[in-house]
C-alpha cells in the first residue's frame, strides 16, 4: 500500500518536479501565539465555500430555475428527493455559517492589521470577495420563489435603487426589468450559479497564491523580535490538520442545525399579494436595514436615507482602502485609531443586528 | 532508555491510531457519499409535475370509459370516448364541490350529490350545476397519456 | 279661526273648479246622439266610471261634444280623432292617467305609473307588425265598459282575470308568433290547483294571474327583476301565505317563509343565489300549485335527490310510510325548514329520528340496526379527523402531504355516498359504504404516520453521523498530538 503512493508520487515528480514544490511547502510555517487561533478562520471559510459549491452543485440537479418552477422543485427536492432536505438544508445553513466566518476572519485581519505592507492585495481580494460573498447571499436568498426571498428582494432592490444616479440603472439591473419577476429569478440564478462562482474562483485563487507566496503574517508586536523567539508550527502537516480538524467539528454543527432546524420554504411568492407584515432581509444585511430606519426623513433637504445609503458606502470605501490610508501600520506602528474604529463597527453591527432580529 | 522496549510498544500504539484514524476516515466518507449516491439517484417520479401529470399507457385505457385521476391535489376525470377519443375535465362539480363520475350507462357525467348531470364536453346539461366543467389538455406521446393545463 | 277660514276658501275654490264643469257644461252631445242611434260603445259608456265621472267621448276621441251638428262635431278642425288605432289608444288614456294632478281632480286614488311599467314589461314590447306594443290598455281593461278593479264586471276583478288573460295566452296560435316555447297550459293547470279552484268557486282572495305576476310591470320570469324570477319566488307567495289575517279562513299555517327562509334551500336560494337551489314552485308547481301528495313526496324532491329518493323508494320503508299515511321524506327531514341532514339525525340519541319509530322496547332490532349504522358514521367521521389531523402534523413537520389530502377526498366522498345510502335502510349496504372511507382514512393514516416517522428518524440518522464524525475528530487530535509530541521529542 505504502509503496504504491511511493511509485506515484514518483511518477508525477518525474513530470512536473513535485518534490521542489513539496519542499516550498514544506517550509512554511505558521506563527504561534496568543491570536493563533484566529488563523482558522480562514481555513474554515474555506471549508464552508467548498460545502457551498458541492452542494450547490447537487441543488442544480433538480432545481428549475422559472417563476413557475422554482418553488415546485424546491418542494420536490425536500419531500420527494432522497437527502434533498438535508442538501439544502445543509446549503442554507452554510450560507448563513460562511458569512459569518468570513465577517469573524475580515475583523481578525484587521484587528491584526495583517493588510499592512507587503499584504495590500490580500486584503483587497478578501474584500473584494467579502462584497461578493454578499451577493452570493443575495441573489440565493430568491431562488426558492418564496413570499419572503420574493418581498425581500424587492425590498433590497427599492433600497439599491434610492443610489443617486447610478441607482435606478443598477436597480433594473439586478431586476431585469421594473419589477420583481420571473426575470429577476433568470438573472439572480445566472449570477448565483454562474458569473459569481466563476469571479469569486479567481479572486480566490489569488488570495490562496499569495498567501502562499507570502506566508501566513506576523502580529505587529512579534516583528520586531528575533527568529529565535518566535515560535512557529509548520504548516504541513500540524496546522493542516488542526484546521482538518476544526473543518469536521464546523461539519458536526451544520449536520445538527441541518437536522433540528431544516430549510424553510413557506408560501410560493405571488407577486400580486402584500407584503407580510414585518418583512426584513437577511440577518446580515440586518444592521444596514435597521439602521437605515433611524435615519428621520430628511437631512439639510436630502432625503435621510439616501444619506444613509451614502454614510454606509462610504464607509464601505474607506475599509475596503484601509492599507493605503493606515500608514502607521505599515511603518510597524500601533494605530489605536484603527482598533477603536474598528471596535465602533463591530459593536454597530451586533447591536443593530440584535434590533433589527427583535424589532 | 531502553529503546528496545518502548519502541515496539509505541509501534503497536502508532500501528492501532492509525487504523483508528483510517477507519474514522472511511465512516466519514461513508456517511457523506452514502446521502450523495442516494441524492443522485433519479426519485421515483422523475420531475416536479406542476402543470402536465403523466396518466399512464393509452393501451391500458379502455374505450367508453372514465376515470379520475390526481393532479396536483385536484381530482380530474380522464375519459375515452366510444369512437376512442381521449378528453379530461375537472372533477370537481361547479354546484357544490361533489367528485363527478362516468355514467357509461348514461352516456354522460353524473354527480350523484344532487343528480347534477354534464356532458361528455363538460357542459352542465341538467341539474343544479351553474357552470360547465374546466377542461384540461391531454397528449398522447408515443404510448404515453399526459394530462395538462389548458393555459 | 284660521283653520275655518282656510277650510271654507278651499271649499269655494273647490266648487268653482269643480261644479262649474257640471253646472255650466251643457250635456255631452256625443253621448246623446250615439246612445239614441245604438250601438255597443255608448250601451257600454253608461256604465263607465268615466261617464260617471263627467268625462266626455270628446276627451278621448277628440272634437266638440258641445254642438249636435255631427260634421262640426266630429270635424278635424275641432280636433276629432277618431277611432284611435295602436299606440295612440293608450296614449289617449295616458293623457290622463299618467298625471297625478289630473287624477286628484277626479279624486281617483289610484297609482299613476301604470304606463311607465307597461313600457318596460313584457307587453310593452312591439307586436309582430311592427306598429305598435303588443298590448294596450283596452286589452285588458275594455274601451268603453271600464268599471274599478273591485267591481266584479271588471275583465280585471280577480274572479275575471284568469280568463282575461287566458285570451291571448292560452291561444297557442298567437302565442307562437312570439315566443313559441312558451307553454300555454297555464290556465288549465291554473284550474287544476288549489287556488284556481277556488277562484272557479267565487273567492276573490286566492292567487291569480296578477297576485305572482303584477298588472303593468309583468316581465320574463328570466329577468332578474321580475317577481316569479327564481330569488323572488319565495318573496312572492309569501305575500299572502305569510300573512295571518289574510290567511285566516283557510286554516292553513302561514309559518312556510319563514321556515324556509331558515332551511338550506332556502339560504342557499336566498343568500347564496344559488339557482339550482329549490323556490316554492319547484316542489308545489307553479300554475297548478298543490301540495305535492303524500306518496309523491319522495317523487318531488327525487327530481334533485335522486339517489335518495330511488334508495327510499326501493326501501322497507316506503310500504310503512305509505301505509301509515306518513308523508315520505317530510317525517324526517320535514318540509319547509329542512336543514343540513347530520349525522345526528340518524340512530337513537334524543335529536335522531329513527328511535321516534323504532323504540326500543317495542322493536329491538330496528333499535340496534339504528344505533349501529349510527356508530358506524361515526367512527367514519372520527377517523377521517384524526387522518386529517395526522397529515396536518406531518405537512407542519415539513413533510409533502399532497397526495394525502387528495385520498382524504375520496374519504368525505364515501361519508356523502354513506349519508345517501341510510336511505336503503339496509344495515349491510351500508356498513358496506363506510367501510370503502373506513379502508380510505388507514391508508392515508398509515401513510401519515410513516411521514411523520420519517422526521424522527432522520435525528437517527443525524446521531450516526455526529458519532462518526467526533470519533473521527477526536482520533484525529489525539494523532495531532501525538505528531507534535513527536517533534518536541526530536
Given at each position: ?31 504561534v501565539h496568543r491570536n493563533s487561533i484566529w488563523y482558522y478562520f480562514g481555513g474554515v471559510s474555506l471549508f464552508l465555500f467548498i ?309 | ?70 393532479f396536483g391535489n385536484k381530482p380530474v376525470i380522464l375519459l375515452r370516448t366510444k369512437t376512442g377519443e381521449l378528453k379530461a375535465l ?62 | ?335 319547509h325548514d329542512i336543514v343540513t341532514a347530520t349525522d345526528k339525525l340518524l340512530g337513537v340519541t334524543p335529536n335522531a329520528v329513527c ?136
Amino acid at each position: 500500500m505504502k509503496s504504491f503512493w511511493k511509485n506515484l508520487y514518483g511518477w508525477i515528480d518525474e513530470r512536473v518536479q513535485l518534490e521542489d514544490l513539496v519542499k516550498f511547502m514544506g517550509k512554511k510555517y505558521v506563527p504561534v501565539h496568543r491570536n493563533s487561533i484566529w488563523y482558522y478562520f480562514g481555513g474554515v471559510s474555506l471549508f464552508l465555500f467548498i460545502i457551498q459549491v458541492v452542494t450547490g452543485i447537487m441543488l442544480l440537479f433538480y432545481y428549475k430555475g422559472s417563476s413557475d418552477l422554482a418553488f415546485e422543485s424546491v418542494q420536490f427536492i425536500m419531500s420527494k428527493v432522497q437527502f434533498g432536505w438535508l442538501v439544502r438544508s445543509i446549503h442554507a445553513w452554510s450560507a448563513n455559517l460562511f458569512i459569518l466566518s468570513i465577517f469573524i476572519h475580515m475583523f481578525s485581519v484587521y484587528f491584526e492589521k495583517a493588510y499592512r505592507k507587503p499584504r495590500e492585495m490580500t486584503w483587497i481580494t478578501g474584500m473584494l470577495m467579502f462584497f461578493m460573498a454578499l451577493g452570493f447571499g443575495f441573489s440565493g436568498y430568491l431562488l426558492p420563489w418564496n413570499e419572503l426571498s420574493f418581498f425581500a428582494t424587492k425590498v433590497g432592490s427599492d433600497i439599491a435603487g434610492q443610489i443617486p444616479w447610478i441607482g435606478e440603472p443598477i436597480k433594473e439591473f439586478i431586476r431585469g426589468g421594473d419589477d420583481v419577476t420571473g426575470a429577476t429569478l433568470s438573472r439572480l440564478f445566472g449570477f448565483h450559479v454562474a458569473l459569481l462562482p466563476g469571479i469569486f474562483t479567481i479572486i480566490l485563487g489569488i488570495h490562496l497564491i499569495l498567501i502562499q507566496r507570502q506566508g501566513i503574517s506576523e502580529p505587529l508586536h512579534l516583528e520586531k523580535s528575533s527568529s529565535k523567539e518566535k515560535r512557529t508550527m509548520p504548516f504541513f502537516p500540524n496546522f493542516m490538520l488542526r484546521d482538518l480538524l476544526l473543518w469536521l467539528l464546523v461539519l458536526n454543527v451544520l449536520a445538527i442545525l441541518a437536522v433540528f432546524f431544516p430549510a424553510d420554504l413557506g408560501h410560493k411568492a405571488d407577486p400580486f399579494s402584500a407584503a407580510p407584515a414585518g418583512i426584513k432581509p437577511e440577518w446580515y444585511f440586518l444592521f444596514m436595514f435597521q439602521s437605515l430606519k433611524y435615519f428621520p426623513a430628511y437631512i439639510l433637504s436630502i432625503e435621510g436615507e439616501l444619506v444613509g445609503i451614502l454614510l454606509f458606502s462610504a464607509a464601505a470605501i474607506l475599509w475596503l482602502l484601509v492599507p493605503f490610508w493606515d500608514r502607521k501600520s505599515s511603518r510597524g506602528e500601533h494605530n489605536r485609531f484603527i482598533n477603536y474604529a474598528g471596535l465602533f463597527a463591530v459593536i454597530f453591527i451586533i447591536i443593530l443586528t440584535i434590533l433589527g432580529w427583535t424589532s | 532508555m531502553n529503546y528496545s522496549n518502548e519502541k515496539p510498544v509505541r509501534k503497536t500504539r502508532r500501528d492501532f491510531l492509525k487504523y483508528l484514524l483510517m477507519g474514522g476516515i472511511a465512516g466519514l466518507v461513508i456517511s457523506i457519499f452514502y446521502p450523495i449516491i442516494s441524492y443522485l439517484k433519479p426519485p421515483k417520479q422523475n420531475e416536479v409535475e406542476v402543470s402536465s401529470v403523466k396518466v399512464g399507457k393509452l393501451s391500458e385505457i379502455e374505450k367508453d370509459s372514465g376515470r379520475i385521476i390526481r393532479f396536483g391535489n385536484k381530482p380530474v376525470i380522464l375519459l375515452r370516448t366510444k369512437t376512442g377519443e381521449l378528453k379530461a375535465l375537472s372533477a370537481v362539480c361547479t354546484h357544490l364541490n361533489c367528485t363527478v363520475q362516468f355514467r357509461k350507462d348514461l352516456e354522460l357525467i353524473w354527480c350523484a350529490c344532487h343528480n347534477g348531470k354534464y356532458d361528455l364536453n363538460g357542459r352542465n346539461i341538467s341539474g343544479p350545476p351553474p357552470r360547465p366543467l374546466e377542461p384540461y389538455r391531454v397528449v398522447v406521446k408515443g404510448d404515453e397519456v399526459f394530462v395538462s393545463k389548458l393555459t | 279661526m284660521k283653520k275655518i277660514l282656510i277650510q271654507t276658501l278651499f271649499f269655494i275654490s273647490f266648487c268653482i273648479f269643480i261644479f262649474p264643469k257640471n253646472a255650466s257644461a251643457k250635456e255631452d252631445q256625443c253621448y246623446v246622439c250615439h246612445s239614441t242611434l245604438g250601438g255597443k260603445p255608448a250601451e257600454l259608456f253608461k256604465n263607465d266610471i268615466h261617464y260617471k265621472k263627467g268625462i266626455s267621448c270628446a276627451d278621448c276621441h277628440g272634437g266638440d261634444n258641445q254642438t249636435d251638428d255631427m260634421d262640426k262635431a266630429m270635424s278635424k278642425s275641432a280636433g276629432f280623432k277618431g277611432v284611435p288605432k295602436g299606440d295612440n289608444i293608450t296614449a289617449a288614456c295616458v293623457r290622463c292617467h299618467a298625471d297625478s294632478a289630473m287624477m286628484a281632480k277626479y279624486g281617483a286614488k289610484i297609482p299613476t305609473n301604470q304606463f311607465e311599467l307597461l313600457k318596460g314589461s313584457v307587453h310593452g314590447k312591439l307586436s309582430i307588425d311592427g306598429t305598435e306594443r303588443i298590448v294596450q290598455c283596452i286589452t285588458c281593461h275594455n274601451a268603453h265598459g271600464i268599471v274599478m278593479v273591485d267591481n266584479p264586471a271588471s275583465p280585471v276583478y280577480p274572479l275575471n282575470i284568469p280568463q282575461t288573460c287566458g285570451k291571448c295566452h292560452s291561444n297557442a296560435v298567437y302565442m307562437r308568433s312570439y315566443n313559441p316555447a312558451l307553454p300555454v297550459d297555464q290556465l288549465q293547470k291554473y284550474r287544476t290547483s288549489v287556488h284556481g279552484m277556488r277562484n272557479a268557486k267565487g273567492d276573490p282572495k286566492p292567487a291569480q294571474c296578477e297576485s305572482c305576476h303584477g298588472s303593468h310591470g309583468i316581465l320574463s320570469v328570466k329577468d332578474v327583476r321580475s317577481s316569479v324570477y327564481p330569488t323572488n319566488i319565495p318573496g312572492t307567495c309569501s305575500k299572502c301565505h305569510s300573512n295571518k289575517q289574510y290567511m285566516a279562513q283557510y286554516k292553513i299555517p302561514t309559518d312556510q317563509y319563514a321556515n324556509y327562509s331558515k332551511s338550506v334551500h332556502g339560504i342557499a336560494l336566498l343568500q347564496k343565489h344559488d339557482l339550482g337551489a329549490p323556490a316554492c314552485n319547484s316542489c308545489h308547481g307553479n300554475h297548478a300549485a298543490t301540495p305535492p301528495g303524500i306518496e309523491s313526496i319522495s317523487e318531488v324532491c327525487g327530481t334533485c335527490h335522486a339517489l335518495n329518493a330511488e334508495l327510499f323508494s326501493k326501501s322497507p320503508h316506503k310500504k310503512a310510510f305509505d301505509e301509515k299515511k306518513l308523508p315520505e321524506c317530510e317525517t324526517c327531514h320535514s318540509n319547509h325548514d329542512i336543514v343540513t341532514a347530520t349525522d345526528k339525525l340518524l340512530g337513537v340519541t334524543p335529536n335522531a329520528v329513527c328511535s321516534k319509530c323504532h323504540q326500543e322496547d317495542k322493536d329491538p332490532k330496528g333499535y340496534m340496526e339504528a344505533k349501529t349504522m349510527r356508530q358506524l358514521i361515526d367512527s367514519l367521521e372520527s377517523s377521517e379527523k384524526s387522518a386529517l389531523a395526522l397529515v396536518n402534523e406531518a405537512e407542519q413537520k415539513g413533510m409533502e402531504v399532497n397526495e394525502e389530502l387528495f385520498k382524504l377526498r375520496d374519504a368525505r366522498q364515501a361519508r356523502l355516498e354513506s349519508r345517501t345510502m341510510v336511505h336503503a335502510f339496509n344495515l349491510d349496504k351500508f356498513k358496506a359504504t363506510v367501510d370503502k372511507g373506513l379502508k380510505v382514512t388507514s391508508t392515508v393514516t398509515s401513510e401519515a404516520k410513516a411521514a411523520i416517522h420519517e422526521y424522527y428518524f432522520r435525528r437517527i440518522g443525524l446521531g450516526i453521523s455526529v458519532v462518526i464524525i467526533s470519533f473521527l475528530a477526536l482520533v484525529l487530535y489525539l494523532y495531532i498530538k501525538r505528531i507534535e509530541k513527536r517533534k518536541e521529542e526530536s
